[in-house]
């Protein structure tokens, strides 16, 4: 293991980029941190200077994103700019310092009509303007380097950010009533559980370059479940740890159609997580386990 080099965390702002941040750290590997006032992906001369002022990169894990789902309709060039620009200029930088590229993508490139798990080599359909930006993405990181990982994941949740589980604590805490999807399937993905897989696939790369296989993985949070029974297990968590005198809000299940938004979702977007396992031993850990950890750093320990 080349411990020598430093693993770059572009976008280390982020939910994913802070958690992947302390997670290389505790495991002993130089990291260097770059934030958008470092570095702005959709601007090469950016990308140049940042990466070349750093001594000895040995990898780069790009974390950056535009990632405001239903903003991006109306928002297309701010998406793509950040989302295929951004990617791209990484890629090319990569290429010319010789350094591979770890790439974040999203299960959003398919267009959820699948009724079993999807594999990394199913055909992609982007249903919105956000997956059709990250599926460019994709595109850009494949046809400028080889040495690539791309790790699509689904449905991020953590303690840093905006996300679902901290709308829905808030939400239910607030109110006495919520209505959530209850048609829409996915996995939960708890940040730091995937900061963890990276930090192993960042030790494989960096300990022997010849052996890794690049190319395209899923990795999400085991098990399947919907929004609404993922809001349920939220709050039954908030309720164990008596977040609110009086109980949380009651919850309703509602169908897609009596949720309008800006941009559609893939009803089904279940990843096949067997080929990162095989590749890198990644191992995964069922979302309710998640879930429950990362609620006991949010609430404290059950009383
Ligand atoms: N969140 C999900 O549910 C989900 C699901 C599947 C896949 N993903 C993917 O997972 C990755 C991490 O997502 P996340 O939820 O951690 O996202 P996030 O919390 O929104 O963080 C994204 C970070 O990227 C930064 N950024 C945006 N544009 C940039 C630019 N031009 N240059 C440099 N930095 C820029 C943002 O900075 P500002 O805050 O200043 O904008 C932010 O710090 C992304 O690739 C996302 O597409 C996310």
């Known amino acids: 293991m080349n411990r ?10 982020g939910m994913l980029g802070a958690d992947l941040v302390e997670a290389l750290k505790c495991a002993g590997l130089k990291t260097v941190a770059l934030g958008r006032s470092e570095m ?15 001594a000895a990169p040995g990898l780069v894990i790009n974390c950056a994103a535009y990632t405001a789902v239903d903003k991006a309709e109306s928002e297309p060039r701010a998406a793509f700019a950040a ?13 010319k310092l010789e350094i591979p590229l770890i790439h974040i993508s999203t299960d959003y490139v398919f267009d959820g009509k699948f009724s079993r798990p999807y594999q990394e080599e199913d ?7 956000y997956g059709l930006s990250k599926l460019k993405g994709e595109e850009a990181v494949r046809s400028r380097l080889d040495q690539h990982i791309i790790i699509r994941t689904s449905w991020l949740y953590g303690a840093g950010g905006r996300n679902f589980v901290k709308t829905i604590l808030k939400l239910g805490l607030e109110r006495d009533e919520l209505k959530v999807v209850s048609d829409q399937h996915g996995c939960p993905t708890w940040s730091l559980e995937l900061a963890t897989g990276l930090v192993r696939i960042a030790e494989w790369v960096q300990s022997d370059l010849k052996k890794t296989l690049w190319g395209t993985y899923h990795f999400c949070g ?12 939220i709050l039954h968590e ?10 949380v809000a009651r919850l309703s299940p509602i169908a897609t159609s009596e949720y309008p938004t800006a ?3 893939p009803m089904y977007s279940v990843l096949d997580c067997a080929k990162i396992r095989a590749a890198f031993g990644v191992e995964r850990v069922s979302w309710e386990s998640s879930l429950a950890r990362l609620m006991g750093g949010l609430l404290g320990a059950p009383q």
């Open 263 to 265: 941009a559609a979702r």
């Open 123 to 129: 055909g992609v359909n982007p249903i919105n303007v």
């Open 222 to 233: 085991k098990g399947e479940t919907s929004w609404y029974e993922f809001a349920l297990a």
């Open 83 to 95: 989302n295929r620009d951004g990617p791209a200029n990484l890629a090319d930088e990569c290429r």
């Open 4 to 13: 020598n080099t430093n693993t770059v965390v572009v976008g280390s702002a």
């Open 238 to 247: 908030a309720q164990k740890r008596q977040a609110r005198r009086g109980g």
């Open 40 to 54: 702005d992906i959709t601007s090469p001369e950016s990308v140049r200077s940042a990466l070349g002022a750093i």
